[in-house]
C-alpha cells in the first residue's frame, strides 16, 4: 500500500505562483508512475502532468505547458508539481496520484492509478 499526503494548495491571484508536494509513505515509489490531476466543479477529473519514476518521462498538459513542471526527490520519495503563472482556470482541486510501474500506457487516465492522495485546493482570484 501507498499512501499520498499533499500539500501546498491554496489562494493565490492571476499570475502567481504555487508549489504542490506529495509525499508518499508505504512504500519506495521509485519505480511508479506518478501523475498530478485536478478536477474543477462539474468538470471531469483530468490530468495534469505525469512523470514515469525511471525513465525520467514526463507528460504535460496542453493547458499548463511551459507553466507547470513536475519533479522528483527520490531521497524524500516525493512529488512536486511547481506552477506558475497561474490563471482563474487553474482553479481546482489537485489529486497526486501513482500506480506501479513505468508504462506509458495511460498514464494520462486517472482511472489506471490505483493510490490518491485526499487533494488540496488550488484557487486562483483574477
Known amino acids: 500500500q501507498v499512501q499520498l499526503v499533499e500539500s501546498g494548495g491554496g489562494l493565490v491571484q492571476a499570475g502567481g505562483s504555487l508549489r504542490l508536494s506529495c509525499a508518499a509513505s508505504?512504500?519506495?515509489?521509485?519505480?511508479?508512475?506518478m501523475g498530478w490531476f485536478r478536477q474543477a466543479p462539474g468538470k471531469e477529473r483530468e490530468p495534469v502532468a505525469t512523470i514515469i519514476w525511471t525513465a525520467g518521462r514526463t507528460y504535460y498538459a496542453d493547458s499548463v505547458k511551459g507553466r507547470f513542471t513536475i519533479s522528483r526527490d527520490n531521497a524524500k520519495n516525493t512529488v512536486y508539481l511547481q506552477m506558475n503563472s497561474l490563471k482563474p482556470e487553474d482553479t481546482a482541486v489537485y489529486y497526486c496520484a501513482a500506480r506501479e510501474g513505468s508504462s506509458a500506457y495511460r498514464s494520462t487516465d486517472y482511472r489506471a492509478y490505483n493510490y490518491w492522495g485526499q487533494g488540496t485546493q488550488v484557487t486562483v482570484s483574477s
Open positions: 508505504g512504500r519506495t515509489i521509485s519505480t511508479y508512475t
